[in-house]
């Protein structure tokens, strides 16, 4: 099935390029290896997604890279009609190290510019792919506006070489936000954010809006395939909400469906990964029709548990107290 493009709002952002209202996220976590992620994306190229969430740590974007580069062989799609998100990892924070990535994301990706780059993580924290969550960096440091910043001036130089159309930031918290926005020479287009009913994020969700940058919601479904190290017996599953099953058993369709139309009707835009084609395929289609009512919106609203899934314990530095630190 293929839905029609005209069908697909897009959000215009602050330096004029618009970005569609809803990608694919292409995080396999531990259970898709890179050829099903990358297959993934050529059938949601096929149904009509245009918008895809890479970034250099997923491990995939050689992959997807080829699928691209068969879609555009095939006719499918132009480049000009795809907008490709990608992030620079926290390893490689450092003076040139940002051009050095966002070139080897290219490379992979095979592609001439980037629609938007993001800093994936405001420390330059890193730990080795698949670690407990109880491991630790000893070079791990707390959050630094000046670093932060050095690294955002080497964003900015990518937006000026033409390496990519737009920058963003991601996991900010509003009082990073506040300390760095003013010191931006080219403002954030987009924010990505943890965003899923049972964690709504409220208070920077409306501050990303206020100033005028894109929320796009991360793990939008609640990211029932997390890895098991990444779940804590506190956390909600969104998909057993009752005001999501409420509204998911009045129109017979899946919980999951309910999440994205309540992001997208939220404001912001959703980017949900999935590799199996019904799922996919009706992901992309449920952000165009049956909306929902004013009254549901209102309950799901209520619904929110301030559950973060995403925590982030192994970026956090020595004499940190607990991950609670890495959101203040
Ligand atoms: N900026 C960041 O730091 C950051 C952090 C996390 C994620 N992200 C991005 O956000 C994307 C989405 O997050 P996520 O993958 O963690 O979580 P998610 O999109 O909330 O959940 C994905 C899972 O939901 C299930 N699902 C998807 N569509 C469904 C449907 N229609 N019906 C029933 N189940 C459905 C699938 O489970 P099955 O696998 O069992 O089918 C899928 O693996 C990532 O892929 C990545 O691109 C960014």
Known sequence: MTIDQRKIEKKVLNNGYAMPSIGMGTFGSDKYNADTVAAAVYGAIKCGYRMFDCASVYGNEA???????RAFEEGL?????????????????????VLLSCAKTLKD??????????????VPNFHPPRCDVSSRSKDAVPFSVDRYMATWRQMERLVDAGLTRSIGMSNMTVSKLEAVLPLCRIVPAALELELHPAFQQKELFEYTLSKGIVPVG??????PSRPERDKTPEDVADCELPSIVRAAEARGIHPALVCLKWAFQSGAVPIPF???????????KCITEDFLTAEEMAEIAKDDKDCRLVKGQVFLWEGAEGWEELWR
């Open 63 to 69: 992959e997807i890279g080829k699928v691209f580069r």
């Open 77 to 97: 799609v132009k480049r000009e009609d795809l907008y490709i998100v990608s992030k620079v990892w926290n390893d490689m924070h450092g003076d040139g190290d």
């Open 109 to 122: 990706l095979g592609l001439g510019y980037l629609d938007m780059y993001y800093i994936h993580w405001p």
């Open 218 to 223: 991360f793990c939008p479904i609640g990211s």
């Open 274 to 284: 999935a590799v199996t084609e019904s799922k996919y395929v009706g992901n992309l």
